[in-house]
């Protein structure tokens, strides 16, 4: 047979015709199989959407308690503050003194 002859011409369109059934084909069966093995697909990812807002909102609710203890802990903390700057400090002082006797005055507050 010569490629380059009359024969030539025919076998290019044959090849042509084969590689666009061959693509076709390869084609079609990817898409069905895409569809067959995604067909439960979507049921699953909204399931899974769902689940994930449920842990946002879980999450929303978790930072809002939490933000209510630290600033109720604040408060706390300051009122501790508060009354050791009140009352500790003597008692620092004596404490201070019976643990060192030797390590000279009492701190003052200053």
Do not use: Y
């Not at 061959?22 to 067909?39: E, H, K, P, S, V």
């Not at 300051?78 to 643990?99: A, D, M, P, Y």
Request: glycine share 10%; hydrophobic share 40%.
């Amino acid at each position: 047979m010569d490629l380059m002859g009359e024969d030539g011409g025919r076998l290019a369109s044959a090849f042509g015709a084969g590689w666009v059934a061959a693509t076709t084909f390869t084609t079609a069966i990817g898409l069905w199989l895409r569809n067959f093995l995604t067909r439960g697909h979507a049921a699953e990812v909204d399931m899974l959407k769902a689940q994930i807002e449920g842990i946002k909102d879980e999450l929303r609710d978790e930072r809002k308690r939490c933000d209510t203890m630290e600033a109720r802990l604040v408060q706390r903390i300051n009122q501790l503050e508060g009354i050791l700057i009140i009352h500790g400090n003597q008692k620092v002082s004596t404490v201070l003194r019976e643990r060192a006797p030797d390590a000279g005055p009492p701190f003052n507050g200053e």
